[in-house]
């Protein structure tokens, strides 16, 4: 096993290992307030947050589907589509627009991924705070399933991917804060 491999592995573990804390503690009725989203919001280029707007901001994926994995995540706190302003879905769609543009600008890609996951049964891995995947895809991918069910091999690790992301990310948009 690489280093990246073992690199990646171990991202993909303390996510799982966090879950399973967190799923334990709300069935023992515990409260768990923090949510990885909302402190992610005002985090800087070291937490691999791209871009921020008004509403929403886009981050790296820590545990990518693929290499290039976005998620763009509204600054507001909820479960549902419906739960937020018209203003801030557009902001949503605008945000997933750009990502949409700028990854296959950089990976060209056969195909894209956009998906909302909406609570725990939709397969949601952070359930209470809505976020946008958008990912890249080739012919050659395995399929989704396949995919969330074993640890893959990335061809590039995430700082190069952030390093590609940024840079053709619109200059307005970029998160300065390192
Ligand atoms: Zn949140």
């Known amino acids: 096993m690489s280093h ?9 573990h303390d996510y799982v290992v966090k879950a399973a804390d967190e799923s334990r ?3 023992a009725g515990l409260d768990v307030p923090e949510c990885i989203l909302c402190e992610l919001e005002t985090k800087g280029q070291d937490h691999f947050v791209v871009a921020r707007n008004l509403n929403c901001f886009v981050v790296m994926n820590l545990y990518p589907y693929a290499s290039g994995h976005l998620m763009v995540v509204p600054n507001e706190h909820h479960q549902n589509l419906e ?10 769609m605008d945000m997933t627009n ?4 700028v990854l296959r600008e950089i ?4 195909g894209i991924n956009i998906g909302i996951n909406m609570g725990e049964a939709a397969g949601a891995g952070i359930p209470g705070h809505l976020h946008v995947h958008v990912l890249p895809r080739w012919n050659a991918d395995t399929n989704f399933l396949t995919a969330v069910a074993n640890t893959r091999v990335m061809p590039e690790t995430l700082e190069s991917s952030f390093g590609k992301i940024y840079e053709l990310w619109p200059q ?3 998160n300065e804060q390192q």
Request: net charge neutral.
């Open 4 to 12: 990246v491999d073992q690199l990646w592995a171990g991202w993909r």
């Open 25 to 27: 503690e709300r069935r």
């Open 83 to 92: 739960d937020f302003n018209v203003d801030v879905r557009n902001s949503i």
């Open 98 to 101: 750009t990502a949409s543009k």
């Open 107 to 110: 990976y060209k890609p056969d």
């Open 172 to 174: 307005e948009e970029k």
